[in-house]
């Protein structure tokens, strides 16, 4: 459909030049799609690969930036989480500096905003969303559904398509359609140890030994059983059936298996405070996580690769060890603990003032430069495929870790949309932490039938 828009038309334009300019290399075809956005539907996905250190790339990306500025300059707004906003702020510095121009001046405001919730505050209001934003792969669909995040750009869909990993960029498209930038590869959890109180072999055993080892030197293993994002891992692996397809979310949990599920939290629960700890209190898992570590309280903790970097500052890049979760006592046996994998993604705001602009800052901060130097200072696994195989990143304890657990990691996109989160699932390991485990199957069905019920609604 016609845009009717002049930032749109202005964008058509610019993305026709961009395909004109990769025609006769196996280039793209592209009919507007929306405000600010180009679809990237094709009938082939040869398209051409640019170099950023080629000249001739540069001063066409810097002439189109430079058409796109207004009264010379590009204003820009970067969505991203806390954690990662000092990181962020030092690679706009370097993009600013590969771009720069004397016909434009960018400036660009670096906001605070959870990759959890990135995508629905994109969604309730696009018009005011940043030009580029992080957000978890499984907000994807919904921001489609929306209208509310642009294609990725053809003048960079070929290294995109080039450069990642194929599982990354299946989440990053829906059906043909490339909608976002890979970013990391790392949106699951995985088991951190310390190596002074657990041999490589114990934490590939099960929880209830580690636990009783962690208790026997005075330390504790963490696992937050109070936050739907870790214990639904419990829910998987008992075998129930979760699912978010079409908009809609299923999730029979008000069944043996559920119950099953949640009595396992419950018999995890009972050594709350004697070598575990199922909840952060209100400080959040990562300042938790840092702090038990640091202060000695912590001898393992189910995390994520974000965390790296600070474990191994609190006990020493020697003594940290990594591995897939353990097993756990359901139904009378020890059964392999399921969890979440995924993926970060970056997108574009479909109603950008400066979409090329915005495009290309996406594509940067997806860049192999951009991945390696996050790893190196975050700890977060890139999607790109020649880092994938750096010797360095793959001997990283974390690495292997998340490799083992694939098998067990259910994608977020597939299985939970935003009902999920708010339906009471979270509470279900809340409650048997507060009560030591000590709750009744009547009482655990009640609240299971609740939490569905809360899902239908």
């Known amino acids: 459909m016609a845009s009717k828009t002049k930032k749109a038309a202005a964008f058509i334009m610019a ?62 707004k970067l969505w991203c989480s806390g954690d990662d906003m000092a990181f962020e702020k030092e690679r706009l510095e370097a993009f600013k500096t590969l771009v720069a121009d004397s016909r434009y001046e960018i400036k660009i405001g670096v906001v605070e905003n959870g990759e959890d919730k990135a995508g629905q505050k994109v969604i309730e209001n696009p018009k005011k969303a940043a030009d580029v934003f992080s957000f978890a792969d499984d907000q994807l669909s919904a921001l489609q559904k929306a209208g509310a995040i642009a294609a990725v750009a053809p003048y960079y869909e070929g290294n995109v398509r080039k450069e990642h990993t194929d599982d990354s960029l299946a989440v990053s498209a829906v059906g043909d359609e490339l909608l976002a930038y890979p970013k990391t590869s790392d949106n699951g959890y995985f088991l951190y140890y310390d190596k002074r109180v657990f041999t490589d072999e114990s934490v590939l055993d099960n929880m209830d030994e580690m636990i009783k080892v962690a208790n026997a ?66 400080i959040g898992d990562n300042a938790y996580v840092t702090q038990g570590f640091e202060e000695g309280f912590l001898a393992a903790a189910v995390i994520g690769t974000w965390e790296g970097p600070a474990i191994k500052k609190a006990i020493g890049d020697e003594n940290v060890g990594a591995a897939k979760l353990p097993k756990v006592l359901m139904d009378g046996e020890y059964k392999q603990l399921d969890s979440f994998g995924g993926y970060k993604l970056i997108g574009v705001g479909i109603y950008s003032e400066y979409p090329f602009s915005a495009q290309t800052l996406a594509y940067f901060l997806s860049s192999k430069e951009s991945q390696e130097a996050r790893y190196n200072t975050r700890g977060l696994l890139p999607t790109n495929k020649e880092l994938g195989e750096d010797p360095a990143i793959k001997k990283d304890p974390a690495f292997k870790a998340l ?18 989160w708010g339906s009471g699932i979270a509470d279900v390991g809340g409650k ?26």
């Not at 059936?241 to 995890?268: D, F, P, R």
């Not at 048997?432 to 009640?446: H, L, N, P, T």
């Open 432 to 457: 048997a932490v507060s009560d030591y485990g000590k709750r009744s199957d009547d009482v655990i069905m009640e609240q299971l039938k609740g939490v569905e019920a809360n899902m239908k609604a």
């Open 217 to 282: 030197a005075n330390k504790h293993v963490y696992l937050n059983v109070g936050n739907a994002w870790y214990n639904t891992g419990f829910f998987f692996t008992a075998g129930c059936t979760i699912k978010y397809e079409n908009g809609k979310q299923t999730a029979e949990i008000a069944n043996a298996k559920g119950l099953s599920a949640a009595k396992a939290m419950c018999h995890i629960a009972e050594s709350q405070d004697k070598g575990f700890k199922g909840s952060p209190g209100q």
């Open 403 to 420: 490799e083992d657990q694939k098998p067990y990691s259910h994608a977020q996109g597939t299985s939970v949309g935003s009902v999920y």
């Open 15 to 76: 993305s026709a030049l961009a395909a004109t300019a990769l025609a006769g290399c196996g280039g793209s075809s592209s009919t507007p799609a929306g405000p600010g956005n180009v679809s990237v539907a094709q009938t082939s996905f040869e398209t051409s690969v640019i170099n950023l250190k080629d000249d001739e790339v540069m001063k066409y990306i810097k002439d189109t930036m430079a058409s796109e500025a207004k009264d010379g300059k590009i204003v820009l």
